[in-house]
C-alpha cells in the first residue's frame, strides 16, 4: 500500500550549526553503538559536528584485508575530499567489541578478534596518516560494559 506523505515535513528543532570542527571519526556502522559513538565524540572528546565516516568495521576497511578492498579505496577517496573541502586536522579511529564485520566477513571471534582489532587500529592509522598527511590520528577501542560503552584508548 501507498504510504501517504505526511502533510507537514518533520522539522528537526536542532540548531544548525555553521563553524566545522575539523575532525571526522571512521567507525562501524552498527547502529547500537551509533548514539555511543556521538557521546565519546562530541562529549569526551569535545567534538561537536564532527564528520562521520561510518560503514560495517569501520577502520577495519584501512587495515588490508582483501575482503575490504573494495571499502579501503571509497573511504581513501573520501578521506582525501574531507582533508580538501572540509579542512581535516584530526581523525579519531574507533573499534568496537562484538563488531559483526569481524565475527562475519572476516569469520574471526574470541579473544583473537579483540587482537586483530586492535593491530588493525594502528594499521588504520598509518593509512591514514600516509594518505592525508594528518598526524593527528587517534584510535580507541569501545568496550561493551554493564549499562555502558567504555572507550579505551589504543597507541597508534
Ligand atoms: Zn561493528
Do not use: W
Request: proline share 5%.
Amino acid at each position: 500500500m501507498k504510504k501517504e506523505p505526511a502533510e507537514t515535513p518533520y522539522e528537526s528543532r536542532l540548531p544548525y550549526e555553521a563553524a566545522r570542527v575539523h575532525a571526522a571519526a571512521i567507525y562501524c556502522s552498527d547502529g547500537r553503538v551509533g548514539e555511543h559513538f556521538d557521546d565519546f565524540l562530541q562529549r569526551g572528546l569535545g567534538l561537536p559536528r564532527y564528520d562521520r565516516v561510518a560503514l560495517p568495521g569501520g577502520p577495519a576497511c584501512l587495515a588490508g584485508h582483501p575482503q575490504a578492498h573494495l571499502e579501503e579505496q571509497g573511504v581513501v577517496d573520501e578521506l582525501k575530499f574531507l582533508v580538501e573541502a572540509h579542512k581535516l586536522r584530526r581523525v579519531v579511529l574507533i573499534a568496537h567489541q562484538a563488531c559483526a564485520f569481524y565475527g562475519t566477513r572476516l569469520e574471526l571471534n574470541g579473544r583473537r578478534l579483540e587482537l586483530v582489532q586492535r593491530a588493525d587500529l594502528v594499521r588504520a592509522a598509518a593509512v591514514v596518516r600516509r594518505v592525508t598527511g594528518i598526524d593527528a590520528v587517534e584510535g580507541y577501542f569501545a568496550r561493551l560494559g554493564e549499562n555502558c560503552v567504555r572507550f579505551e584508548p589504543i597507541e597508534v
